[in-house]
């Protein structure tokens, strides 16, 4: 009987260890990941301009809500690394860009597809220039702006270097969802195409969703998009804001205390929320969205494995080369946006400098396993391009992103260059204008990075 005891005794202690051994060993194994998650507050500490709207050239006088930069790192499996930062800003002229990128590759020993700048482009952010030039610096406060900017680009590698180092085991799903309070804002009228309002115009609604859980389900942190302007806070308002981003963000972290939500994009170039130009509705859109969002995070998500692939092609978009004698007629009495760069132009073109052929933007794509692949574009495109990119690469377990690395111009889609309007009007840091061959070019150069990344097209 004794040994009879002792032999079950024996085979529960067995069963006990093997429980925990197997069941350690399947919690890591759900852990696919390594991720990290940090935010700093980027809302300056001096007067300066906000972006976004020519109209305001005073410095910002109240803060609505801060604003900040928030970082997620990832490893997989095979120790491939990336880091995304969001940031609540305007544009993101190339150079304050690629001077963090720069850095961050640097120290942490990446590739440039591995370091991706995601823009939120609230209007009521501060201008960020490291110059006095490029169209985008507001008259009296270049001293500030500059200091913020510098600033600016060492809390951003700061929060970085923190999301890096802060990661441990995670689980990652995605899903999508819908939100309706984007408005196609290319309205058609007898005075030509204005910025206003067209129900009948394509828009992007897609909420796409990505979750990230520590290895016993707790939320950790959320990505989400939308493509659509963060355009809702009033143009003459001088309050520093997140516009329904920034709501949309608070309102997931208030219904998960302790995570961390992080906005992205879309191609909102041609999208503006409706109704805008009042505060109240900035609250009420970010709460439409983030009660989205939050619907998607309690349905059954699809999980997100590795490995991580990470590729970024410099797609060269063509820029149109006017002569002398079409210059000084555009200078003259050319379109009102494209006037003042086509007298620049000239200029340039008097002193003996050749017009460039193209514009030199960063386009990356991340490849998760065969679960998703996300595309980051840079600028401001406009929703015509999703459409093309699923059709080049397929439309499946894809997020397509804008506002990336540089937001600098609006790359409009063939279409639109030919009917005109406010979103032909090209670069807006630097000069010129597209050339009809861009949708062509992004298009190729999303579908390259993807292929180059892992995506297996269909």
């Known amino acids: 009987m004794k040994t009879s005891r002792r032999f079950g005794l024996t085979l529960i202690a067995f069963f006990c260890a093997s429980v925990l051994l197997f069941g350690s060993r399947a919690l890591a194994q759900e852990a696919d990941w390594q991720v990290g998650i940090a935010q700093v507050k980027i809302t300056p500490s001096k007067p300066v301009t906000l972006a976004g709207y020519a109209a305001r050239t005073k410095p910002f006088e109240t803060v609505d809500q801060n604003v900040y930069a928030t970082a997620m790192a990832l490893q997989d499996r095979e120790n491939h690394r990336a880091v995304l ?5 305007t544009i993101l002229p190339g150079d304050v860009a690629e001077g963090v990128r720069s850095r961050i590759i640097e120290k942490q020993k990446l590739e440039p597809a591995q370091v991706v700048l995601s823009v939120s482009h609230t209007h009521s952010a501060p201008t960020v220039s490291l110059s006095a ?12 702006t500059i200091e913020y900017t510098r600033e600016l680009q060492d809390k951003i590698v700061a929060v970085a270097d923190e999301a890096l180092a802060k990661m441990s085991p995670a689980k990652l799903s ?12 290319r309205q058609f009228t007898d005075r030509g195409i204005i910025l206003g309002v067209n129900p ?11 979750r990230i859980d520590g290895p016993d389900g707790t939320l950790r942190g959320v990505l989400f998009g939308y493509a659509c302007h963060n355009t809702t806070m009033p143009s003459n308002m001088l309050a520093v804001s997140g516009d329904y981003a920034g709501h949309a963000k608070a309102f997931v972290q208030k219904q998960f205390p302790g995570t961390l939500a992080m906005f992205m994009m879309g191609c909102g170039g041609d999208a503006n929320p409706y109704p805008r130009e009042q505060a109240q509705y900035a609250v009420t859109h970010g709460q439409e969205l983030g009660e989205e969002v939050c619907r998607v995070l309690k349905t059954k998500l699809t999980p997100v494995h590795g490995p991580l692939g990470c590729a970024q092609i410099i797609a060269q978009l063509p820029l149109e080369t006017p002569d002398e004698a079409a210059l000084t007629k555009l200078a003259a009495s050319g379109p009102s946006l494209i006037k003042p760069m086509a007298q620049q132009m000239l200029k340039d073109v008097q ?5 460039p052929a ?6 990356c794509a991340w490849q998760f396993g065969k679960d998703l692949t996300l595309v980051q574009l840079p600028e401001e495109v406009t929703v015509g391009y999703v459409h093309d990119i699923q059709q080049s690469v397929g439309p499946l377990r894809l997020w397509v992103s804008a506002y990336c690395n540089e937001v600098a111009g609006y790359v409009p889609t063939r279409q639109i260059l030919s009917e005109g309007g406010y979103e032909a009007r090209g670069l807006y840091v630097g000069n010129g204008w597209f050339a009809p061959g861009v949708e062509e070019t992004l298009t190729n150069a999303a579908r390259d990075a993807t292929v180059k990344a892992g995506r297996t097209l269909p």
């Open 85 to 89: 930062i969001t940031l609540d800003l």
């Open 133 to 144: 030039g490029g169209g985008v610096m507001p008259t009296g406060n270049v001293a500030n």
């Open 174 to 185: 995605w899903g999508w969802g819908v939100a309706n309070f984007v408005m196609n804002r």
């Open 200 to 210: 009948a115009g394509p828009v992007d609604r897609t909420v796409p969703v990505l």
């Open 351 to 355: 002193n003996g400098d050749k017009l």
């Open 358 to 363: 193209a514009h030199a933007a960063p386009v």
